[in-house]
């Protein structure tokens, strides 16, 4: 696909978000976070839904969590701008509370629609929410099991629809190692992961 066709099928998610009502989330927010980055990018993450600030600018990952993605990315020396952020869900849940099983399924399609125009060689799934999502939306088998146990694998999947092939790696979310040097090291290790890929 050429990049001006990318660009366009992106627009169009984007139109479609803004103008969505499929859940109550349109009420509460300020903006949408639709994504952010290279629309031909190699790898793309997946985070969970946009807190307070990511909220009031649009932007993905650009509050604490996303200080330490920014991070992470530098540690194996990609910069933000070559990858794809994105989150499963497009509208901030009031209070940061857990995204509900019945958004997910209202947003989700749209996250998936992204992927399909990406095409990004590695998803890197950020946390429970985003993991469970794609391993489960792919078929993997251990879509079942916790983060802790999932982390730093590599999964191998095909879109029964697209027949198109990516490398899945569900990673912590960046907001653990806001307070935990430990994850926070955990995380590094896992990036090179990517970087190997
Ligand atoms: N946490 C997420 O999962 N996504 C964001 O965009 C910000 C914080």
Do not use: W
Not at 4 to 10: A, E, P, S, T
Not at 21 to 36: H, S
Not at 181 to 197: G, P, T, W
């Amino acid at each position: 696909m050429s990049e001006n066709q990318k660009d366009n099928l992106l627009l169009a998610i984007k139109e479609e978000v803004v103008k969505c009502r499929e859940c109550p989330l349109y009420k509460t927010r300020t903006l949408p976070v639709i994504g952010q980055g290279n629309h031909n990018a190699q790898v793309m993450f997946i985070g969970e839904a946009p807190g307070a600030k990511e909220d009031k600018t649009g932007v993905p990952f650009c509050g604490e969590a996303g200080q330490i993605l920014n991070l992470l990315l530098s540690s194996i020396g990609v910069k933000r701008e070559d990858v794809y952020i994105a989150n499963i869900l497009k509208d901030r849940p009031p209070a940061n509370r857990e995204p509900a099983p019945e958004e997910v399924e209202a947003c989700a399609p749209y996250l998936l629609k992204q992927i399909a125009v990406i095409e990004p060689r590695i998803i890197a799934t950020l946390g429970n929410y985003s993991t469970h999502f794609i391993l489960e939306h792919f078929g993997v088998p251990e879509s079942h099991l916790g983060i802790s146990q999932l982390r730093g694998k590599k999964f191998a999947v095909q879109d029964p629809l697209t027949k198109k092939h990516y490398t899945v790696i569900p990673l912590y979310h960046p907001a653990v190692a806001i307070y935990n040097r430990h994850r926070l090291d955990e995380l590094k290790e896992d990036f090179k992961i990517i970087a190997s890929v």
